[in-house]
């Protein structure tokens, strides 16, 4: 690179293997009458105030080099990393007494602005002598992230970013209510079945209830015994051992009837539980009450 770094302004040149043009740019505040002429090149930074450059700079370098993208000189530079916040004055010579500076206090970028025949107009106290002088070289230079645009530009960038926040924010309001109704859905259905199986279960624990206290009602407070049948049976078949049952028999029914051989002769005076009925054909019923 040229000794003096202004002879690359406002002229193509390669940086990062990219054609570019540097154009100069105002770090600080714009003056108030000029500030309709310049549009923000970078936002302020805890090292460094906002950045803008003169709109017609922009506009003047797409006539003469359309299609080249345009940043910002002390932009470039600060990205670069070439600007030394613990020196108060450095500049980049266009002459010997003429140039531009930028200035830095307290670790951090004050302002930068032109000085002609070595005077200072922000700060009469500089003095050229103390200043250092910056030689960048375009192997250092570095392309800040955003090039030189004009204000429409930016207005229509703002407005799609607005709009891609807005459509965002709907896209994550539309996702909020979808999954809150899928739940709520997810919940009614589980609360569905569950309140199925309640009443179900209700139901089911009112019947065993209702069975309980049935159970309860009819219970026998003894439990059923047919000993006494069958001891009234087992004397029988002592005495007669050729008895027959006339008919079928149950330990339920009032009254068990039996029928013995004629030679076993009228057992009702031998027992006196017994019944006894003779059978012309030949034989005798016998007959007794069960009584459990």
């Avoid at 106290?125 to 530009?153: C, G, R």
């Avoid at 997810?186 to 206290?213: C, F, M, P, Q, S």
């Avoid at 026998?220 to 006339?246: C, F, H, R």
């Avoid at 009925?277 to 019923?285: D, N, R, T």
Wanted: some cysteine; glycine content about 6%.
């Amino acid at each position: 690179m040229e000794n003096n770094f202004y002879d690359c302004l406002s002229r193509p040149i390669r940086i990062q293997d990219k054609g570019v043009i540097l154009i100069p740019d105002l770090v600080g505040p714009v003056p108030l009458s000029e500030q309709h002429q310049f549009v923000e090149l970078a936002s302020s930074t805890n090292t460094s105030p906002s950045i803008h450059v003169k709109e017609s700079d922009i506009e003047e370098m797409r006539e003469m080099y359309p299609g080249t993208p345009v940043y910002g000189m002390w932009n470039t530079l600060i990205t670069s990393g070439l600007i030394s916040l613990r020196k108060n004055l450095q500049v980049i010579p266009l002459s010997d007494d003429d140039g531009c500076y930028i200035h830095c206090d307290l670790g951090r970028i004050e302002f930068s602005g032109d000085y002609e025949a070595g005077f200072f107009a922000a700060d009469a106290s500089f003095n050229l002598q103390d200043a250092d002088v910056l030689h960048p070289e375009y192997e250092q230079l570095v392309l800040p992230q955003n090039e030189a645009k004009m204000a429409v530009e930016l207005q229509k960038e703002r407005r799609n970013k607005i709009r891609t926040a807005w459509s965002h924010l709907l896209t994550v309001v539309v996702l909020i209510i979808s999954v809150s109704a899928g739940a709520n859905f997810g919940l009614n259905a589980i609360y569905d079945i569950e309140h199925k199986e309640v009443r179900e279960k209700t139901v089911l624990l009112d019947r065993l209830r209702d069975g309980l206290d049935e159970l309860r009602m009819t219970r026998l407070t003894e439990v059923p015994s047919s000993k006494t049948a069958i001891d009234k049976i087992a004397v029988l078949w002592s005495v007669t051992p050729l008895l027959e049952t006339d008919g079928p028999q149950s330990f339920q029914n009032r009254r068990m009837t039996f029928k013995a051989d004629g030679e076993v002769g009228n057992l009702s005076d031998q027992i006196d539980w017994l019944k006894v009925k003779y059978i012309p054909e030949g034989g005798w019923y016998l007959s007794f009450l069960v009584v459990d």
